[in-house]
């Protein structure tokens, strides 16, 4: 894992090998939170950790702690995950 430390307002790039660029900014901090903003084209799907690991305790807890097998590259995700997650980033999307 890369650790970069970045003030309000800065931001990093992520480029992925098929020319996604996916903007990463540092929107405000507040205590103990951080609030960031995703600039990336629709087909990028950005979810909160916990909505992925509910999905994951739905198929059966795939992998163990916080850092799920699948989510380490170390098993490919089912066609029935990748199908729960599209469904539930699509209902994210309209609310």
């Known amino acids: 894992m890369l650790a970069v430390r970045r ?3 800065e931001s990093v790039y992520l480029f992925v090998p098929d020319q996604t660029r ?4 540092v929107v405000r901090i507040e205590g103990d939170q951080v609030k960031l903003g995703f600039d990336a084209s629709i087909q990028v799907g ?3 950790s916990e909505l ?27 066609t029935q995950f990748l ?3 599209s469904t539930r980033y699509a209902k994210l999307q309209r609310e």
Not at 22 to 25: L, M, Y
């Open 83 to 85: 199908q729960n997650i």
């Open 52 to 78: 992925v690991e509910q999905e994951l305790a739905k198929a059966g807890g795939i992998g163990g702690g916080n850092y799920p097998a699948m989510l380490r590259g170390e098993i490919p995700p089912s």
């Open 7 to 9: 003030k309000e307002g």
């Open 22 to 25: 996916i903007g990463v900014s």
């Open 46 to 48: 950005i979810l909160r």
